[in-house]
């Protein structure tokens, strides 16, 4: 019996994670996606998902790209985090990148270009911006930009990823 439904649970998260790359018709979006420019290179990843999440008491929108390859993610990651409730985004708004830690109405970015790196917007050189274009239901669509630095470079130092023409179509999670 345990193994039946562990079987089962299987198969459920493969079928949702296929569910949510599947285009609904010909006139609907290609799909979730994420992509950007990082020092002049193309970046793109072929899933998005938006969720909410509450750290404290300060609602944010965790927006991640991944490569999902056979039902499994990869190890590269991107992350557009906003402090802001997800139920009152509207196309227009625009989020700078955060200039202190918590600051409400603002955006933090991170790229996991492996399993174990992280670089990230610092509040100490806050350098970037993110721009809702379209909020739907079951979607949430956006452009992004912005510098990066290493995980523990607080102060901004020295900048390592200029992140350019980005843009997002994400599935609303949550």
Request: hydrophobic fraction near 35%; aromatic fraction near 8%.
């Amino acid at each position: 019996m345990k193994n039946t439904t562990k079987l089962l649970l299987g198969a459920l998260l493969v079928a949702i994670i296929f569910n949510s790359c599947k285009k609904s018709d010909s006139n609907s979006p290609t799909g979730t996606s994420m992509k950007f420019t990082s020092n002049g290179a193309a970046v793109s990843f072929n899933s998005c998902v938006a969720i909410s999440a509450t750290v404290g008491n300060t609602s944010e929108v965790l927006i991640t790209g991944i490569n999902i390859t056979n039902a499994k993610p990869g190890a590269s990651s991107f992350e557009v985090e906003l402090t802001h409730d997800i139920n009152t985004l509207k196309a227009g708004q625009t989020y700078p990148v955060a200039s202190s830690f918590s600051q409400l109405d603002a955006s933090t970015l991170y790229y996991f270009t492996n399993a174990s790196d992280v670089f990230n917007t610092q509040t100490g050189n806050a350098q970037g911006t993110v721009s809702i274009t379209e909020v739907t239901s079951t979607s949430i669509k956006g452009t992004f930009s912005g510098k990066l630095f290493a995980e523990n470079d607080f102060t901004g130092t020295t900048v390592l990823y200029t992140i350019t023409n980005g843009s997002f179509t994400a599935k609303r999670g949550n």
